[in-house]
Nanobody, 124 residues
Framework: QVQLVESGGGLVQNGGSLRLSCAASGRTNSRYGMGWFRQAPGKEREFVAAISWRDHNTRYADSVKGRFSISRDDAKNTVYLQMNSLNPEDTAVYYC?????????????????WGQGTQVTVSS
C-alpha cells in the first residue's frame, strides 16, 4: 500500500501560479506512474497530468497544456504539479494518484491509490 498526501493548494488570483506537491509514503519502492486529477463542484473528476515511472514520460489534458507542468523526484517520493497562468476554470479539488503499472496514462481507472485532495481556488 502507498499513502499519498497533497499540499500546496490555496487561493490565488487570476493569472497567478501555484505548485502542488504529493508526498508518497508506505510501499514507495514500487514503480508507480503518478497522476493529477481534479474535480470542480458539480462536475466529474477529470484528468490533468501524469508522469510515467520508467522514462518520466508526461501527458497533459488539452486544457492545461503549456500552463501546467508535472515532475517527480523519486529520491523524495514526491510528485509536483506546477500551475501557471491560472484562471477561474482551474478552480477544483486536485487529487494525486498512483498507478502500479507505472504507465502514467490519463485513465482514472488505472490508478489504485488516491490522496485526499487539495483545494485550488482561482479568483477572477
Amino acid at each position: 500500500q502507498v499513502q499519498l498526501v497533497e499540499s500546496g493548494g490555496g487561493l490565488v488570483q487570476n493569472g497567478g501560479s501555484l505548485r502542488l506537491s504529493c508526498a508518497a509514503s508506505g510501499r514507495t519502492n514500487s514503480r508507480y506512474g503518478m497522476g493529477w486529477f481534479r474535480q470542480a463542484p458539480g462536475k466529474e473528476r477529470e484528468f490533468v497530468a501524469a508522469i510515467s515511472w520508467r522514462d518520466h514520460n508526461t501527458r497533459y489534458a488539452d486544457s492545461v497544456k503549456g500552463r501546467f507542468s508535472i515532475s517527480r523526484d523519486d529520491a523524495k517520493n514526491t510528485v509536483y504539479l506546477q500551475m501557471n497562468s491560472l484562471n477561474p476554470e482551474d478552480t477544483a479539488v486536485y487529487y494525486c494518484a498512483a498507478d502500479s503499472y507505472g504507465s502514467g496514462y490519463p485513465r482514472s481507472s488505472d490508478y489504485e491509490h488516491w490522496g485526499q485532495g487539495t483545494q485550488v481556488t482561482v479568483s477572477s
